[in-house]
């Protein structure tokens, strides 16, 4: 336990100024950094436009947890891990590195503190087997680079990965404290504030984007939270100790992640090439404007919770109902969209 500590609210605020001020900082001093980019991929985000903003969150994230005592050592390894993988989405994004590179380095920066720190999914034990937590192991380390890089797929818009991003930290928050789970509470509300320290210079028109030092230290920050979370079965839950709620959270950026993957297969596109075939871009095609299609992301993200803490809450068939339309919820978005036009 950290000897040194102050409220959560007083960290709340620090991590808030923190986040700001640095993010300032990069807004007005890393403008003339020139990126490597490549010249077949299409984009929204433009060159003149600095994409450092994650690094400020990260180092602010990192000084936050830091300052409460409730992080443990967990939190301030996985917290300092966040830096380096933010720090990867700083060479990423000057270099142009290629997607196997990237990957090398998610699965070293994953896979160390899940080893380290003993963090595990148990998948082995809903499959009723035991490989000495082999498959735990390699299993959550997909999982969390999976959600490193959903997250990193729906960073294609002004302001939509906070959105997206901050709604899922507020549902952890609200989901964790329910379940008297404080640390991540507070670990969850801190993340939270730190990206809205970025939401500043990022809301349209954007002055500074979050990029992949951004959303690759998001993405990260969100996956071991999901691990770190301890969802003990009560009596009556259709849920399972590895099935836990939690991960339907991360039902948005893994629908775009599904619906951009597929769609640019079908066109014999590498799935690792910038385009506006997202579902933000397929809304903007639609005629709405940016600060609608947030709206529309946010409004969405609210009613999928709604249904998520309804089967949490509830009992028997009702329960199944509140999931079951989840499920048709998420089955039409995603046929839907992929019926709309992407942005030319």
Known sequence: MNDFQIPLFQALIVGFLISAFLNYIIYKYSRNIKLNRKE??????????????????????????????????????IGLFAVFVSSLGVFDDIYNLKWYIK?????????????????????????????????????????????????????????????????ICLQIAFLSNYLSQYKITDISLLLFVTIIGFFIFNYPPAKLYLGDSGSLFIGYCLGFISILFNWTPVKDTIYTSFLNPLLLFFAIPLLDLLIVTSYRIMKGIPPTTGGTDHISHRLLAAGFSEVG???????????????????????????????????????FTFVKVKQMKTLR
């Open 40 to 77: 077949k991929e299409k984009r929204l985000s433009t060159d003149l436009i600095s994409p450092f903003g994650g690094i400020a969150c990260s180092v602010a994230f990192l000084i936050s947890t830091r300052l409460i005592g409730k992080a443990d050592d967990d939190f301030i390894l």
């Open 293 to 331: 299609v947030l709206f529309i992301f946010s409004l969405y993200s609210v009613l999928c919770f709604v249904f998520i803490l309804l089967s949490i809450i509830s009992q028997g068939i009702n329960a199944y109902v509140a999931l079951l339309i989840l499920f048709i919820l998420f089955i």
């Open 103 to 167: 990957l090398f380095f998610q699965i070293i920066l994953v896979f160390y503190p899940l080893y380290y720190l003993n963090l595990f999914l148990n998948i082995e034990s809903f499959f009723g087997f035991d490989l000495n937590n082999y498959l735990n192991f390699v299993g959550s380390a997909i999982w969390i680079i999976i959600i490193i890089n959903a997250i990193n797929f729906i960073d294609n818009m002004d302001g939509l990965a906070v959105v997206v991003s901050g709604s």
